[in-house]
């Protein structure tokens, strides 16, 4: 094609530059120069004209290669975002269930913790109580003794006194302060007895308490891991839907 342009351009500047023929708008030109430049458009048109030929013919094929890479581009780019999407569902589900196993585990923990604080709790209830049962039997039984034998001793007393006629008088009022003082050593055993109990219930008490607090907290970590927010208030108080009554005392029973 560019041969073709350089014969015209050759061309009209041979005829521009003819002497011109006088009184006429005629021109005098070199025939052999411009044969020779006609033959090389004639001669270069075919050879042109084929390759643009050759460029129209490939337009549609280059437009389909085009077409099918952009295709298989789109299929590539498809199959890996499908690939992508894939994974990471894959990934979130495999962290899901590490999450789930790692939370039933903790609950299980936590779980056995309480269990195993609330056994606790209870053997030491049952030493507790038996001890001080033990020991207000004992004392109970002591004073006991201690009154029958000081009643026994005040009537032994009061029989001798009674068998002297000259000390009778005397002989009752011993008899009475006796018995009084009896009495009053009972009351004082029974006391000592009732303190106590009172101080090993009291004991028990606190004993019981702790192990209910930690309990409590226990359960505080089971529901904080499985409700978030709303499962503790911090006053031993969880949703009623747990079927207990949130004092912890339910544990214990």
């Given amino acids: 094609m560019y041969r073709v342009f350089e014969s015209l351009d050759a061309l009209v500047t041979t005829v521009e530059e003819a002497r011109g023929v006088p009184m006429t708008s005629n021109c005098v030109v070199p025939r052999g120069d411009v044969l020779e430049l006609l033959d090389d458009v ?25 077409e099918r890479e952009a295709e298989e581009t789109r299929s590539a780019a498809t199959s890996e975002a499908e690939e992508t999407l894939q994974n990471a569902r894959t990934e979130a589900e ?111 008490e606190t004993t019981l308490n702790n192990a209910l607090g930690v309990v409590g907290r226990g359960r505080s970590q089971i529901w904080s891991g499985q409700y978030g927010q709303g499962g503790y208030d911090g006053y031993d108080n969880y949703p009623a839907s747990n079927g207990r009554s949130g004092t912890g005392m339910d544990l214990i029973d």
């Fill in 42 to 66: 004639r001669e270069a048109i075919p050879g042109e004209m084929d390759d643009a030929q050759d460029v129209l013919d490939r337009r549609d094929e280059v437009v389909s290669e085009a």
């Fill in 94 to 204: 495999r962290l899901v269930a590490e999450a789930q196993e790692e939370a039933a585990r903790t609950v299980a923990e936590a779980r056995h913790e309480a269990e195993r604080a609330v056994a606790e709790g209870r053997r030491q209830y049952a030493e507790l109580t038996d001890r001080s049962r033990d020991e207000a039997e004992r004392m109970t039984h002591a004073g006991r003794a201690a009154h029958d034998r000081l009643v026994a001793d005040g009537q032994n007393e009061q029989t001798r006194l009674v068998s002297q006629t000259e000390v009778v008088r005397a002989a009752h009022a011993e008899a009475g302060r006796v018995t009084d003082a009896a009495h009053a050593e009972s009351d004082r055993l029974r006391r000592e007895c009732d303190g106590y109990v009172d101080a090993t219930l009291a004991e028990l």
